[in-house]
């Protein structure tokens, strides 16, 4: 059989993430304890249901020593049965935006009468095993539903093995750099149409800011490089056995030159890759540059 849990911060997006695994063909199971995971799966397998796919969701309320799931995770992969676990983790202040928007609650400030940074802070270190043990971790801090979609539907235990899930991510400098690329690239040496007047309350997926960006000889020219080096590269984190690759590429503010060379650069690679394409800053305010 074929086991899924998926757990991860709270307003990170396992609801959103469970739709997804339901629409895959899961059977999901909200917080099942981890000692009854071996018994309920021993009774599936002998009853009538067709589903051979079951996706345990589980959270910080439901599991409270994740070192028990750890081991009875360890004991199904010991039977025979896939068993895959995703993590889905998000920015504390996107959490704390969500829970803002919702007006909920985090699950951890009634039962530890905390306030939602330290909630939050306690729940990282509460979940910390279960996420060093997972085998994919996906960060929704500025994935839409779709993306996030893409991304789980990219993790299906039947796709091809060597096949990588990139992540192509436009950000602005000023508003901090991606902490989980794998590669960094900054095109703020290419001409900025923050100084045309016409285009500066404009974005990357305009026509005439993307026709402004591509204008430049040096912008083609650092394409054909970076495409080079990616497809040199991108085979050998396959053949590595790497399954989540994130390309980062940032301007001053995120919102045109990133954007722009981002999005070249994210179609190109979805032509043998399986891809996404993210703009972490584009909606932020331009209100500077240098």
Do not use: W
């Not at 695994?21 to 999901?28: A, H, S, V, W």
């Not at 703020?188 to 016409?198: A, G, M």
């Not at 080096?229 to 940032?250: D, F, S």
């Not at 301007?251 to 722009?260: L, M, Y």
Request: aromatic fraction near 8%; charged fraction near 30%.
């Amino acid at each position: 059989m074929e086991f899924m849990i998926l757990t991860g911060m709270s307003g990170a997006g396992k609801s959103r993430a469970a739709d997804t695994l339901e629409d895959m063909g899961y059977l999901c199971v909200d917080n099942m304890p981890a000692a009854f995971i071996p018994k309920f799966a021993e009774m599936y397998r002998q009853s009538a249901n067709k589903s051979k796919k079951v996706a345990f969701v589980i959270d910080v309320r439901g599991e409270i020593e994740f070192d028990t799931l750890i081991s009875e995770l360890d004991a199904l992969k010991a039977r025979g049965d896939s068993c895959t676990t995703l993590f889905v983790d998000c920015d504390n202040s996107v959490i704390i935006n969500r829970y803002k928007e919702t007006r909920r609650i985090h699950p951890l400030v009634p039962i530890k009468n905390l306030g939602m940074n330290d909630a939050i802070e306690l729940e990282r270190k509460m979940l910390k095993p279960i996420k060093d043990y997972s085998d994919y971790v996906i960060d929704t801090s500025y994935l839409s539903v779709r993306q996030l979609r893409d991304k789980i539907f990219a993790i299906n235990p039947d796709r091809n093995k060597n096949e990588l899930m990139i992540t192509c991510m436009s950000f602005g400098f000023k508003h901090g750099i991606v902490n989980d690329a794998d590669l960094v690239f900054d095109v703020r040496c290419f001409p900025n149409p923050f100084y045309i007047t016409e285009l500066r309350d404009k974005t990357g997926l305009e026509a005439d800011v993307r026709d402004y960006v591509f204008s430049s000889g040096d912008t083609q020219k650092f394409l054909e490089k970076l495409y080079d080096m990616l497809n040199y590269l991108i085979p050998l984190y396959a053949k590595e056995g790497k399954t989540q690759l994130t390309i980062a590429i940032g301007c001053t503010g995120g919102k045109h030159r990133s954007v722009a060379i981002a999005e070249a650069v994210g179609k190109v690679l979805s032509e043998h890759n399986k891809t996404v394409i993210v703009h972490r800053d584009i909606a932020k305010i331009y209100d500077s540059v240098k």
